[in-house]
């Protein structure tokens, strides 16, 4: 049941790192991926601290709040945290780590897959099965693009970059919510059209090189 959401971003990092990689760079990527899933461990304690910020609103139009804070805000911002700790951002400066932050961000949000599957473990709804994996399989890359450009832009240009990202995680919370308020007709239009967009944006970077 619960497959999907467990296996979908590490085995969808194993493909595009066959797809798109040097393979003389492949280990490093994968080693990333290790690394963002190790330091995830901390950052998912403290997700979990700060489970009151982010208890649904059942029924209120304030659910899609709760989920953007749960299943985005949270864990990005503790992953762009983590990044920067482990890594820095000066290779991003020069245009030559997004692999190197994709195969962090892989590994890092595939540990949050799994607390997610934990948590929702019992509630077989395909909005947590399907909607939410799908979202979270096309948020990493565009994540990861969405970084690049806002350290490369600095501030205050690389504002537009995060609203940009802000607005899709916040359509893609819109989107799971509408499914739980009698709106299923038009979350699943809505997830599918961000997950179709933010999945064509990080394709599209995976596609570059370096």
């Known amino acids: 049941m619960y497959a999907f959401t467990i ?27 290790l690394r963002g899933a190790l330091l995830a461990v901390p950052a998912i304690l403290l997700w979990l601290l ?41 290779g991003l400066e020069r245009g030559n780590d997004f692999r190197q932050l994709a195969g962090f961000s892989f590994g890092f949000m595939s540990v949050f897959a799994v607390a997610n599957a934990a948590r929702l473990w019992g509630q077989p709804y395909f909005a947590w099965t399907l909607a939410l994996p799908l979202l979270q399989l096309a948020s990493v890359p565009f994540f990861a693009a969405m970084l690049e450009e806002t350290v490369r832009d600095a501030m205050p240009d690389g504002i537009k ?48 090189r370096p």
């Open 7 to 33: 296996l979908a971003l590490p085995l969808a990092l194993l493909g595009l790192t066959a797809w798109f990689q040097d393979p003389s760079r492949a280990g490093h990527t994968l080693r990333m991926a």
């Open 161 to 208: 970059w995060i609203a940009a990202m802000s607005g899709a995680f916040l359509a893609s919370a819109l989107a799971l919510a509408l499914l739980f308020l009698r709106l299923e007709w038009l979350g699943c239009l809505l997830a599918a059209g961000c997950a179709a967009g933010m999945g064509w944006i990080g394709w599209r970077r995976m596609a570059k």
């Open 50 to 90: 700060l489970g009151f910020s982010y208890r649904p609103a059942w029924g209120s139009a304030l659910l899609a709040g709760s989920f953007f804070l749960r299943f985005w805000a949270l864990p990005y911002g503790l992953l762009s945290a983590a990044y920067a700790l482990s890594c820095g951002y000066r």
